[in-house]
């Protein structure tokens, strides 16, 4: 699929990954769609760096936690752009939730965003493809067990295999991929010490870029014969 000129919604598109997702698929033309919940100015920040390249962007607010908000904003993207070609399921919370700790409204609150979301977003966007894409960004945790973040992992864990039954599920018209970047940016409530131990783990030395995942995104969207594939970027952590 080529991107010039094509409709792509990115779910939390106003900081951190989902941002540079955006900025990325814009630079190949795609128009984007910019999902936030509460990061108002910082939707609009990314919308306004896209229009500055001459590319049409808004941004929609929704919080995908509750379901029934998640057609509506489908509907909005789709009716603003007069299509939709592409579904980047970015937005996420991750929150350190140790077994003893956990409670059920937590749980639910995690994965409620993590992959209830996801799922539903997907069912919504694909009503609305003729021919279309759908990425999960995913993570580690989704290949080796992150036992201090146990709803987070098995939110990750069965967003890849959600990825891998819709891509069954969808086909031929959609297909359907993930993917999972490693150390790229800096958990917020992380120590840079901590921090300093993984990349040390990481055997191509270095912190990946967030560039890197918006070009593993747009591969992805292009690559017209691939699906339920799961494409790592993480410089090799997994392997360690």
């Given at each position: 699929m080529e991107l010039r000129e094509r409709v792509v919604l990115v779910t939390g598109a106003g900081h951190r990954l989902g941002r540079a997702i955006a900025i990325g698929l814009a630079q190949a033309g795609a128009r984007v769609a910019v999902h936030f919940h509460t990061a108002i100015e910082e939707a609009a920040e990314t919308a306004r760096r896209i229009q500055e390249m001459g590319v049409d962007a808004e941004a929609f607010q929704a919080d995908l936690r509750d379901p029934s908000q998640i057609p509506t904003l489908i509907e909005s993207a789709a009716r603003r752009f007069g299509r939709?070609?592409?579904l980047v399921n970015a937005a996420a919370v991750m929150r350190v939730t140790r077994w003893h700790e956990l409670t059920p409204e937590l749980w639910d609150e995690i994965l409620?965003?993590?992959?209830?979301?996801?799922?539903?977003c997907a069912q919504a966007a694909a009503r609305y493809m003729e021919e279309g894409v759908i990425i999960n960004i995913a993570d580690g945790s989704a290949l080796k067990p992150w036992p201090d973040y146990l709803a987070h992992?098995?939110?990750?864990?069965g967003l890849v295999a959600l990825t891998q039954a819709l891509a069954l599920a969808l086909a031929p018209r959609i297909r359907v991929n993930a993917v999972i970047p490693g150390p790229i940016l800096r958990p917020v409530h992380?120590?840079?010490e901590r921090?300093?131990?993984?990349?040390?783990?990481?055997p191509l030395g270095r912190a990946g870029m967030a560039e890197e995942v918006a070009h593993a995104?747009?591969?992805?969207?292009?690559?017209?014969?691939?699906t339920g594939a799961v494409l790592v970027v993480d410089g090799g952590h997994h392997l360690k």
């Open positions: 939709l070609d592409a409620a965003l993590n992959l209830r979301a996801p799922m539903f992992t098995v939110a990750k864990s992380w120590e840079e921090w300093a131990h993984l990349l040390h783990r990481v995104v747009r591969y992805l969207i292009e690559a017209d014969y691939v």
